[in-house]
């Protein structure tokens, strides 16, 4: 099955740029999807298909995805930036979704 | 607006079974596919399974096959996850969420959770 992997945590400081990649076999030919949860609350779709961001996301979330890894980027980090953060993709061979195991983002 | 709401928590024995829900609302609730996706506490999420209401195609991820069923009923836009009979490591918040096609299959929209607590 379809493996991803992320770094189990990242730290930054307020109004510098956070990083959080997830790794997969040419995960690049895949649409990732990333993921917001913040303690106690339900987890929320901050980008698709690997750049996108829905309404209501500030355009600091950005994404890339390309070879084997995608990267998710927050510019400008603010303190209610702090959260878990996950990438999705569908193994379009069964039709079963796959999470990484999620990173957990620190604002110093 | 779509919303997806979960029923309460669960405070539940091993052995017992448990039927949760979802009530959707704000969308054509047949042609959209709706998963579910366990938290168990302190750790990530893990993707159950996904049905579309229109047919009731369901797929299930290997690691939940057999432990549990989801099905809906289209005439009051819900879905169900469901257990015959529960064990501790069921203990966990369950999630559902909208497959959003038009996102590249982004969960798009998710419940608020339901906290499913199994003890003796």
């Known amino acids: 099955s379809y493996v991803l992997t992320q770094p189990p945590s990242a730290s930054v400081a307020p109004g510098e740029t956070a990083t959080i990649t997830c790794g997969g076999t040419d995960i690049g030919s895949k649409s990732v999807h990333w993921y917001q949860q913040k303690p106690g609350q339900a987890p929320v779709l901050v980008l698709f298909y690997d750049k996108d961001r829905p309404s209501g996301i500030p355009e600091r979330f950005s994404g890339s995805n390309s070879g084997n890894t995608a990267t998710l980027t927050i510019s400008r980090v603010e303190a209610g930036d702090e959260a878990d953060f996950y990438c999705?993709?569908?193994?379009?061979?069964?039709?079963?979704?796959?999470f990484g195991g999620g990173t957990r983002l620190t604002v110093l | 607006e779509v919303q997806l709401v979960q029923s309460g928590a669960e405070l539940k024995k091993p052995g017992e079974s448990l039927k949760i829900s979802c009530q959707t609302s704000g969308y054509s609730f047949s042609n959209y596919w709706i998963g579910w996706v366990r938290q168990k506490p302190g750790k990530g999420l893990e993707w159950m399974g996904i049905?579309?209401?229109?047919?009731?195609?369901?797929r299930y991820s290997p690691s939940f096959e057999g432990q549990v069923s989801i099905s809906a009923d289209e005439s009051i836009s819900t879905t169900y996850l469901q257990w015959s009979s529960l064990q501790a490591s069921d203990s966990a918040i369950y999630y559902c969420?909208?497959?959003?096609?038009?996102?590249?299959?982004?969960?798009?929209?998710w419940g608020q959770g339901t906290v499913v607590t199994v003890s003796s």
């Open positions: 049905m579309y209401p229109l047919d009731s195609d369901t």
């Open positions: 999705h993709v569908w193994d379009r061979t069964t039709d079963h979704a796959v």
């Open positions: 969420a909208r497959r959003n096609w038009d996102m590249k299959d982004a969960f798009d929209v």
